[in-house]
Structures are given as C-alpha cells and as structure tokens.
C-alpha cells in the first residue's frame, strides 16, 4: 500500500504571504509527481507532472520541487491573492506491476484572507 | 476543446436505491480513470479502462460496483444497490496516453449522498 502525506493539512494566511506545502511520497518504482488545485464543485487542474530529481517547475506566482531520493516535493506560493483559495492536492504516480496508478495524499487547504 | 464532463453534478438517493453516474472523456483520450472521494480522506483510484477494455480494476470497492465502456468513448459507474459508506464525490478523469508521465485531465466530479 502507498501512502502519500500533505501537510499542513490546512493553512490559512494573509493576501500578499508568501507559503509553502509539502507532499511526501514512496520512492521506489517512482515515475512521477502531480500536484492539483480544486476549488469545490469544479475540476482538479493540474499544475505540474514532474518526474526527474531536482526538477523545479513554475507557473506565475506557483512554483514545486521535487526529491525523488529522499520523496517530497515542495508547492510554493509566492504573494498569495484570494484567488489562490483552493486545496493543493499532490499525487504519486509509482508502477505496480504493469500498472501505473496515481496515489493521492488528502490534500492542504489553502485560505487566502484578503 | 471540451474538458472532461460527467453527469449528474449531484445525486441524493436512499440506501438500497441504484444509481448511475455517466463519463464523457476528452474527444480522442483512450485512457479513462475513475476515482472516488469520501469526506475527510484522500481520492481514490477506483479503475482504469483502455478504450472499452479495464485494464485495472483493482480499486473497485466490491461488486455493487459496476463500471462499463462500451464503444470505448463515454463510460458509466453504476452502484447497485447504494449503501451508506458509498456516499463521496466520484470523479472521472481521461489522458490520451498511458506513461510514466500521465497526465490526466479531470471533470468536475459527481457528489453522491446515499441517506
């Protein structure tokens, strides 16, 4: 059984913090890494798939990095805005025998507080 | 292009009553995924079929559970009959290769309560 972990498993700030979330992942037969945002009601959009050691990835003010000896990467938000008011899921693509199968964790809600 | 869409967005029913939620992937995705997500806990991968074949279903809870693909392009999960414990958001997602990368796109999700 797999098991991936977030935390802060809730996180509320101000507009203009900066913050910052964590996944934590199996490493072995680790493919890759996929961190979602959903807002309630709407569907998960996917920000980044990463899959090399040391990758980092950027999109705006929302930036992830991953360490796939050690299994965690990073979510940063930079100035956080209201609009960043989501949960941060992150999920673990590892191969089960012929089989790839994503692995959520819970996820981190975000409150942003204008 | 249309994103992935499923229907209904919601459905209250009894224990014991059967309900069917429908899929509609990306026009042209091979690869559709169902997953499941009860309050509190993380979402679940439930099965994954290549065109109208399953090719994993091994995170069917048990056999109330009856997913379908026919023709290969939109799919149904059917619950029959709903118990309590069945009750959760069910989303449904499509990608258009099977890889080590997989990127999948997902719809908006069905929240199922079962009362």
């Known amino acids: 059984i797999l098991n991936v972990e977030q935390s802060p498993q809730s996180l509320h700030v101000q507009e203009g913090d900066s913050t910052n979330f964590t996944c934590s992942f199996p490493s072995s037969n680790f493919y890759a890494l996929h961190w979602y945002r959903w807002e309630t009601a709407k569907s998960p959009e996917a920000l980044f798939v990463m899959t090399l050691n040391g990758d980092e990835k950027k999109k705006g003010r929302i930036s992830a990095t991953l360490n796939t000896k050690e299994g965690y990467s990073y979510l940063y938000i930079k100035g956080s805005q209201p609009e960043d008011s989501a949960t941060y899921l992150c999920a673990s693509l590892n ?3 012929s089989n790839y199968k994503l692995t959520f ?6 409150t942003v507080n204008p | 292009e249309a994103g992935v869409t499923q229907f209904p967005s919601h459905s209250v ?4 009553q059967t309900v069917t939620l429908r899929c509609d992937p990306i ?4 690869n559709l995924y169902w997953y499941r997500r009860v309050m509190g806990k993380e979402i679940k991968f439930l099965l ?8 994993d279903e091994s995170g069917m809870p048990n056999n109330r559970f009856l997913a379908e693909r ?4 939109y799919s149904t999960l059917k619950v029959q009959p709903a118990e309590l414990e069945d009750s ?3 989303f449904c997602a499509s990608s258009q290769v099977w890889d080590s990368y997989n990127e999948q796109f ?3 999700g069905t929240r199922l309560t079962v009362l």
């Open chain 2, 13 to 16: 029913i009894e224990k014991g």
């Open chain 2, 27 to 30: 026009s042209g995705h091979d």
């Open chain 2, 48 to 55: 994954h079929f290549v065109k109208e074949s399953k090719q």
């Open chain 1, 105 to 110: 964790g819970k996820g981190t809600l975000l």
């Open chain 2, 88 to 90: 959760g958001v069910y």
């Open chain 2, 106 to 108: 997902f719809g908006p």
């Open chain 2, 70 to 73: 026919t023709g290969g392009t």
């Open chain 1, 95 to 97: 191969s089960g025998g």
